[in-house]
């Protein structure tokens, strides 16, 4: 059975002095509310390595039973993108990814509504890491 990878206690919280690449682990919530009340899950197949608090066998089988819902061919919508679309989601709501990168050109620019600014502290990660 495949093990998921070990949560080191060594990463530097996002933002803080010292934080880069390296750093991507964060430990938070698997449901989360929303300003709304909401209650949303908090989980993707590319980032999320385990539940905390779980056995590693009964973590994967929730993993592997909510990803199966979350990907089933019903709950997928693909945008075929045409000249001119604009789509906006909500980031921490939605999953999203782009499947297969290809050769059309496409502007992809985001935007972010919160309580808190984090621009300068991703340029200055980003400017860090040769990003930007």
């Known amino acids: 059975a495949e093990q998921r990878a070990a949560i080191e206690d060594d ?3 996002r933002g ?18 929303s300003r709304g009340g909401t209650p949303t899950l908090f989980a993707c197949i590319q980032h999320t390595i385990r539940i905390l608090g779980f056995p ?3 973590s994967d ?6 990803f ?5 061919p ?6 075929d993108w045409r000249n001119g679309d ?19 050109a496409r502007t992809l620019r985001r935007y972010e509504v919160c309580d808190e600014d984090l621009t300068e502290i991703y340029l200055v990660i980003g400017r ?3 990003f930007v």
Do not use: F
């Open 11 to 13: 990463a530097v919280p």
């Open 16 to 33: 803080a002095p010292g934080w880069g690449s390296k750093d991507w682990r964060i430990a938070h919530p698997l449901v989360w509310t």
């Open 56 to 58: 590693i066998a009964q």
């Open 61 to 66: 089988a929730l993993l592997a039973a909510l």
């Open 68 to 72: 199966a819902h979350l990907y089933a």
């Open 74 to 79: 019903a709950n997928v919508y693909r945008h």
């Open 86 to 104: 604009l789509v906006i989601w909500d980031n921490r709501a939605v999953q999203h990814c782009r499947p297969k990168p290809n050769d059309m």
């Open 128 to 130: 860090a890491e040769g």
